[in-house]
């Protein structure tokens, strides 16, 4: 059932500059759907989207990216053109991106750029998989909310249950109006033309009206802990130069820790660098593409 909301009048779509191109690849269970810009190419940049987005969104980075620059962008299990999965773990985003590079960058280390749950993954990858990584750009992929060992016997609870329950229906809307107005209520940093793109690229028709990509499992909590410690001890390992941006008004970070999260990150890659984009939150990229993608033209210009 489409969700009872205000609307946003209608008005201009953001219009893509850069032609996509979508298609899939076999990932560790289902096929992955990915987009790709720009030329052919077995050593493209890679970009990883976050949480309840999608591959295709990262359209409107893309256009603020160098036209000669191959990229492709991959949907996790259960987004835009990928199979869905009964339950979604971190370590199978793990092996993903490991089937996926190992179709995508056959030959080299591949260049990275991953935005929250993205950029999480793409900061596991680059400790894990040093010498598979060339370089790293995270946007915001600082880990998440502290757990406590408490709380994992009713969270692995919770996940079993959800297993043996029918899937949840897809999260409905009237219209892409609708959703676009959601969209820019929760992030009013937003353009209201990037807010109706992002509404088109995350649904699809509906019976009565439309429905998102996302698989609602992914509203699943992970059962089991992936704490600063855990996550920590892979960033100590990342070797390749890399790329910290975050909002100056995010409020993502600001529930890590604020700039001590930021520190932190800094200390354990301290070869790293790290910009704040300015007028911005945790959907920084967005929000202000612009800055974002010339933060990571210097910093793909510098390190290549």
Same mark, same amino acid.
């Given at each position: ?46 970009? +990883?989207? &976050?949480?309840?987005? /999608? !591959?295709?969104?990262?359209? *409107?980075?893309?256009?603020?990216? #160098? =036209? ?43 260049? +990275?750029? &991953?935005?929250?749950? /993205? !950029?999480?993954?793409?900061? *596991?990858?680059?400790?894990?998989? #040093? =010498? ?173």
């Amino acid at each position: 059932m489409a969700e009872a909301a205000a609307t946003l009048p209608s008005a201009d779509v953001y219009q893509p500059r850069r032609p996509p191109r979508t298609g899939h690849l076999d990932g560790y269970r289902g096929r992955l759907g990915i987009t790709r810009w720009g030329p052919d190419s077995d050593d493209p940049i890679v970009l +990883l989207h &976050g949480w309840m987005d /999608g !591959g295709a969104a990262l359209q *409107l980075l893309v256009d603020c990216l #160098p =036209e000669s620059w191959p990229l492709v962008a991959i949907d996790w299990a259960g987004y835009g053109g990928s199979d869905r999965r009964p339950s979604y773990l971190i370590p199978e985003y793990l092996a993903d991106l490991q089937c996926a590079l190992d179709r995508l960058v056959p030959q080299k280390p591949a260049r +990275l750029v &991953g935005h929250s749950l /993205g !950029g999480m993954i793409a900061a *596991l990858w680059a400790g894990l998989r #040093p =010498e598979r990584t060339r370089w790293l750009v995270n946007l915001e992929g600082l880990g998440m909310t502290p757990v406590t060992p408490e709380d994992v016997p009713p969270r692995v609870i919770d996940w079993l249950d959800s297993l043996q329950q029918t899937a949840p229906p897809s999260r409905g809307f009237a219209s892409i109006e609708q959703l676009a107005a959601a969209v820019l209520k929760r992030n009013p940093r937003l353009p209201p033309a990037h807010a109706r793109f992002l509404a088109q690229v995350w649904t699809r028709p509906a019976a009565d009206g439309i429905e998102l990509l996302a698989d609602e499992r992914h509203y699943r909590r992970q059962p089991f802990r992936y704490g600063s410690a855990d996550i920590e001890a892979c960033w100590r390992l990342i070797k390749a130069p890399s790329l910290l941006l975050w909002g100056r008004e995010s409020d993502y970070v600001q529930r890590l820790g604020g700039e001590q999260v930021v520190a932190r990150w800094h200390e354990l890659v301290p070869h790293s660098r790290i910009a704040v984009v300015e007028a911005a939150a945790h959907m920084l990229q967005y929000e202000q593409p612009a800055q974002v993608a010339r933060h990571i033209i210097d910093f793909a210009g510098a390190v290549s």
